[in-house]
């Protein structure tokens, strides 16, 4: 089922698209972001962490038709849970609040879906490294890749991008509510693999943070994302089909 030109708007039987954005006090980055999600996309969700800036106003302004949640707790990894819940579309795409993911790589993501792959992952390592990224936070991103590939036997490049696409209904399969602190990508991935969904890795741009810093400490993520990465492996936390 194809649609000329990357135009996945309007095809007959052709499925609904989600994307969903988590952001907190991301006013000044969302201008860069929400006016370039493509057309054919049929839900915009932004589910904001209770932003103390304008971030929510700003949302509103730019794309009158998004519809906004906030988050019943904290950090990306809860959010992501939220957002993925109330999603209505049959496909759910994340894409970065920061500027960093470029809305124009979507169709890469939303092609292998097509093919039969449940997960499409973001991998920014793949023909590229990120822009303005610091070569000790490059280091870890590969570190923490290389981790997982021993722990669970794949060859991926990149286990922290916020750039991924899946059918929501593959995730049914996928058990987010043994675990008080749903983290974020890498606990995800992690129990998508565990689940024995179909892993497509999908190569993408990163144009790095518009504005600011990230908001954890690097060591912090690194050291959080391998111990995820064991713990799963030696928990096998996930739902059987």
């Known amino acids: 089922m194809k649609r000329a030109n990357n135009n996945f708007k309007n095809a007959e039987g052709y499925p609904r698209i989600t994307v969903l954005i ?3 006090n991301e006013e000044k980055s969302l201008p ?16 904001d962490g209770h932003s103390m800036d304008k971030t929510v106003e700003v949302a509103r302004r730019l794309r009158p038709d998004i519809r906004v949640l906030y988050q019943p707790d904290r950090g990306k990894g ?15 795409v994340t894409l970065d609040a920061d500027g960093a993911t470029d809305p124009k790589d979507m169709p890469k993501f939303i092609e292998p879906l097509l093919k039969g792959y449940d997960f499409a992952k973001g991998s920014r390592f793949t023909s590229s490294l990120p822009a303005n990224k610091a070569s000790h936070r490059i280091f870890g991103n590969l570190l923490i890749a290389a981790v997982f590939n021993i722990v669970y036997g794949g060859r991926y490049t990149d286990l ?5 696409a899946f059918w929501k209904r593959a995730l049914e399969r996928v058990n987010f509510e043994s675990s008080d602190c749903f983290e974020d990508e890498p606990l995800l991935v992690a129990r998508v693999k565990r689940a024995g969904l179909r892993i497509a890795e999908v190569g993408h741009r990163d144009l790095g943070r518009i504005y600011g810093e990230g908001k954890a400490p690097s060591w912090r993520q690194g050291l959080k994302a391998i111990k995820t990465i064991v713990r799963e492996r030696i928990l096998g936390a996930y739902r059987t089909p």
Do not use: M, Q
């Not at 370039?36 to 915009?44: C, F, L, N, S, Y």
């Not at 849970?81 to 999603?87: D, L, N, P, Q």
């Open 78 to 92: 809860d959010a992501l849970r939220y957002g993925i819940k109330h999603a209505s579309g049959d496909i759910v």
């Open 22 to 24: 988590c952001a907190f």
């Open 160 to 164: 922290c991008s916020g750039y991924n």
């Open 32 to 47: 860069h972001v929400l006016p370039k999600i493509p057309t054919w996309v049929d839900e915009v969700l932004l589910v």
